[in-house]
Nanobody, 126 residues
């Protein structure tokens, strides 16, 4: 399994921006489709965005379109999530995940992902 470590979370005022990073180790990063999920206190884990192995295809939850941008740099074995215009409801632990699934699979389902980071807390104050 690939090992994943998130960073970049913190306390941000509403309207601000953040860039989360997810750095991989242990396996060939470009062999994995990647995803970002988030989990707010007392809520289920929620799909945010996903990106294909090459970075050529990106997918977003409908509610995330416009403010969230997923990207990856395979040379740096790192995936990113840029978030703009942060809202208090974006407060959550953000997780990155990796999957070796190919073809038609549900990239929005956390069960498709076999490797997870420990998460990074994002808190947005109003």
């Amino acid at each position: 399994q690939v090992q994943l470590v998130e960073s970049g979370g913190g306390l941000v005022q509403a309207g601000g921006s953040l860039r989360l990073s997810c750095t991989a180790s242990g396996r060939i990063f470009s062999n994995y489709d990647m995803g970002w999920f988030r989990q707010a206190l007392g809520k289920e884990r929620e799909f945010v965005a996903a990106i294909s192995r090459s970075g050529g295809r990106t997918y977003y939850a409908d509610s995330m379109k416009g403010r969230f941008t997923i990207s990856r740099d395979n040379a740096k074995i790192t995936m990113y999530l840029h978030v703009n215009s942060l809202k208090p409801e974006d407060t959550a632990v953000y997780y990155c995940a990796a999957t070796m699934a190919r073809g038609s699979y549900d990239y929005t389902s956390p069960y498709e992902y076999g490797s997870w980071g420990q998460g990074t807390q994002v808190t947005v104050s109003s």
